[in-house]
T-cell receptor
Framework: AQSVTQPDIHITVSEGASLELRCNYS??????LFWYVQSPGQGLQLLLK??????LVQGIKGFEAEFKRSQSSFNLRKPSVHWSDAAEYFC????????????FGAGTRLFVKA | GAVVSQHPSWVICKSGTSVKIECRSL??????MFWYRQFPKQSLMLMAT?????????EQGVEKDKFLINHASLTLSTLTVTSAHPEDSSFYIC?????????????FGQGTRLTVV
């Protein structure tokens, strides 16, 4: 069965510092991988996705993620964090199940300090 | 892009009443939709798979008699929380996707915050 592990419940970084959020997945075939961001009380916003091809994926808001099959990882990175990036980040794996089912990790709460 | 709309965005109801949440795919047809629940400070957990024209498939531990799902058309799925209680208070999100295609993704509604008082 598919599963996603986000080992960090919360992370605090200083504004302007770099960021890396970790994600490991378990999936039998080539995975469809996603990163979503959720601000308090809001819905989900898709940051980026990986289906195939180039393993370094660029997303919105200056985020990128790298797919590493050998490590079953899909870590999210940003070179310089802004205070507005403070939010909950979810890594997810998708699979065809009639429609497209999404399995989410537990999430990582990002705090940004001035 | 594909748009999925949920209604209402938030609802407050009295304990013991029922609440219906709608999920619509506005510009595409979806034979399958999914319903998720998110408790405060937790992740999104898949509740059920909604299949157009047939019974929904529920995840283990989800009460099918409490969370009634109807997918009567290719663009609309509804989730009815029956005899709601305070512990049902949560954020409910639906998703839909194109029925075919190797590379695709789920498009999520904006969510419905349910508060049972």
């Amino acid at each position: 069965a598919q599963s996603v592990t986000q080992p960090d419940i919360h992370i605090t970084v200083s504004e302007g510092a770099s960021l890396e959020l970790r994600c490991n997945y378990s999936y039998g075939a080539t995975p469809y991988l996603f990163w979503y961001v959720q601000s308090p009380g809001q819905g989900l916003q898709l940051l980026l996705k990986y289906f195939s091809g180039d393993t370094l994926v660029q997303g919105i808001k200056g985020f990128e993620a790298e797919f590493k099959r050998s490590q079953s990882s899909f870590n999210l990175r940003k070179p310089s964090v802004h205070w507005s990036d403070a939010a909950e980040y979810f890594c997810a794996v998708g699979a065809r199940a009639g429609g497209f089912k999404t399995i989410f990790g537990a999430g990582t709460r990002l705090f940004v300090k001035a | 892009g594909a748009v999925v709309s949920q209604h209402p965005s938030w609802v407050i109801c009295k304990s013991g009443t029922s609440v219906k949440i709608e999920c619509r795919s506005l510009d595409f047809q979806a034979t399958t939709m999914f319903w998720y629940r998110q408790f405060p400070k937790q992740s999104l957990m898949l509740m059920a798979t909604s299949n157009e024209g047939s019974k929904a498939t529920y995840e283990q531990g989800v009460e099918k008699d409490k969370f009634l799902i109807n997918h009567a058309s290719l663009t609309l799925s509804t989730l009815t929380v029956t005899s709601a209680h305070p512990e049902d208070s949560s954020f409910y999100i639906c998703s839909a996707s194109f029925p075919t295609g190797a590379n695709t993704e789920a498009f999520f509604g904006q969510g419905t915050r349910l508060t049972v008082v």
